[in-house]
C-alpha cells in the first residue's frame, strides 16, 4: 500500500544542500499536519544529507513519506558503501551523526540498490513514538536502531553518549 503524502527533493552534493533539505522536510511535515516531528526530522535530515554529501560525494535525493503517524525520511546517493558508526574522543567534531539519528527516529538502516543506497529512518507521532526532548533515550542510543529491510549498516547495544552540550540540547524542555 503506497504511502499517504510522499515529497522528494533532488540535491546536488554540496553543503549546501543540508539547509535545502532541512526547510524541505519542514515544509513537507508542515504541511501534513505533522508538525510535532519536524524538529527530529531536521536533525535526521541533516545528518543523513550530511553523510551522504561527505562520503559519497554525489548528487542527494532525499524522500518524505507519511502514511498515518509514520514518516519515514529517506535519503538516496550514489555510492554503495554503507555508512559505520565512529567512536571519536569526547572532543572531536565528527563522528556522532549516526547516533544522533538512531536516538531521534524509532528505527533506521541502510537499503544497498544496484547503484547507490538508501539511508533511512522513520518516526512515529505519539505517545509511541520517537524520543523527544527531556526523554531518557539519549542514554541507549546504541540499541535504538532495528532495520526490515535491506542491510544494516551499524551495530547496536555499545554504551556511547553525546557530549555534554549536546545531552543538554535533549534535555531542554
Excluded at 526547510?23 to 551522504?52: P, Q
Amino acid at each position: 500500500m503506497p504511502p499517504v503524502e510522499s515529497a522528494k527533493l533532488n540535491l546536488v552534493g554540496e553543503s549546501r544542500s543540508v539547509g535545502l533539505a532541512r526547510r524541505f522536510v519542514s515544509d513537507a511535515l508542515c504541511s501534513w499536519g505533522m508538525s510535532a516531528l519536524v524538529d527530529s526530522a531536521r536533525l535526521v535530515v541533516s545528518e543523513l544529507v550530511t553523510n551522504a554529501v561527505l562520503h559519497a560525494q554525489s548528487d542527494v535525493l532525499v524522500q518524505v513519506l507519511l502514511d498515518g503517524g509514520k514518516v519515514r525520511l529517506e535519503v538516496s546517493d550514489e555510492s554503495s558503501d554503507t555508512p559505520a558508526r565512529r567512536h571519536y574522543g569526547t572532543d572531536a567534531t565528527t563522528g556522532r551523526g549516526l547516533g544522533l539519528v538512531a536516538a531521534a527516529s524509532t528505527s533506521w538502516g541502510t537499503t544497498v540498490g544496484e547503484i547507490g543506497k538508501t539511508v533511512w529512518a522513520e518516526l512515529v507521532s505519539g505517545d509511541e513514538g520517537a524520543p523527544r526532548r527531556g526523554s531518557s533515550a539519549v542514554r541507549g542510543i546504541g540499541s535504538s536502531h532495528r532495520g526490515g529491510e535491506g542491510r544494516m549498516s551499524a551495530g547496536g547495544g555499545e554504551a556511547w553518549g553525546p557530549p555534554r552540550g549536546l545531552l543538554q540540547m535533549w534535555r531542554v524542555a
